[in-house]
């Protein structure tokens, strides 16, 4: 009975035993389970999240490891008003310069111009008119500039127009190319005498990553003939902008003023403001977060602008394209120093260059050869 009961009891305790045990697997599995539909998406929110800092980190690129001040400078700098400028504008204006702010809206300049003397301290922060559509404009600019400023040391070309429709500036040109390029091309140049009387001068000009897959279209500079497209509208501005500053530096060679492009790295500005992504509401909303992790600020943005403006070892560095603060190989059709030239020449005649007192670098710039093959930019 014993033995028998013994062997009940025990037979009673396997099954407890096997109760139990499927009970504890039952529970493992659910939780596993359960664990399993939180592991995945959590662990690729991890790496989403992961992914994103790093990549922000690289794009960063960090803040300007120059502390120079840069008191009793002027500094230019275009399309200051937002954005960009406008953080590199409130930057060198803490470090003490004198800030001229060239911006189309008079407006918005006043309002950021007001701001940055608010918060800098530095009330040499002054707001002009330039729309960079309009070569009279940019004429008027650097008149208005050239009576009341005895200097110039930093000029920052920095306004731009991203992917809008196919607008025209009030010359005729395509308005990417117009304002991005060839505005500044005029400015530059007019502004080329007093940036030597002022003796170790800067120009930054401001270009894209984008440059990469752009192409200069010497058949069809002003879109015409093919179909406009706002993105290789963009690009080809943004490689123009290199390609100016690689002309640009030849000629300047030797005069003591540098010139040197530069891709700020991917910022959280206005620039997208005639993008699909701008205006869709399912884009802001639910790639916008996405978005925001990996660009960064305006004024993250802004320091590759004040390191080339600062820093003390770019002295006598000319020519050059920085990707944020790292000096890098632009793409291959961006240092063909033949395109160069000739962007150089039909830039110059469509600005209307040669009706300017010609300086010294720019008289030998053979105007006569340039055969533009558009009609209408011809014209010009
Ligand atoms: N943000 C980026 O991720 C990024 C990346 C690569 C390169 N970049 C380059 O960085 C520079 C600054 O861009 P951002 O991002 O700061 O853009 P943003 O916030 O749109 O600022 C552009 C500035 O240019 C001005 N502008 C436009 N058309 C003009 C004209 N006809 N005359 C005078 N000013 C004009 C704008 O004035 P309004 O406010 O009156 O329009 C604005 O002040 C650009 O050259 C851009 O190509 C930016």
Redesign the pocket.
Known sequence: MRKGGGGGGGEKGRGVCVCVLRFYWAARVTVAERMNKYIVPASFMASVIGGAVLIKDYVTGGTCPSKATVSGKTIII?????????AAARELAGRGARIIM????ME?CEAAAREIRGESLNHHVYARH????SLQSVRHFVSKFNKEEERLDVLIN?????RCPHWETEDGFEMQLG??HL?HFLLTNLLLEKLKKSGNSRIIN?????HIVGRIDFNDLNWERKKYDTKAAYCQS?LANVLFTRELAKKLQGSGVTTNAV?????????G?HTGMHNSNFSSTMLGPFFLML?KS?IL?AQSYVYLAVAEELEGVSGKYFDVMKQKDPAPQALDDETARRLWEISAKLVKLENEKPTPQLKNVPFDNVKPNSKSLMEH
């Open positions: 275009t399309g200051a008003n937002t954005g960009i400028g406008k060239g911006c189309r809206d918005k330039l729309d960079l559509a920095n306004a731009a127009v991203m304002v991005n505005g401001v270009s894209s990553l984008a943004k891709h700020p790295g991917v910022t959280n500005t206005e620039l403001r660009v305006p943005g």
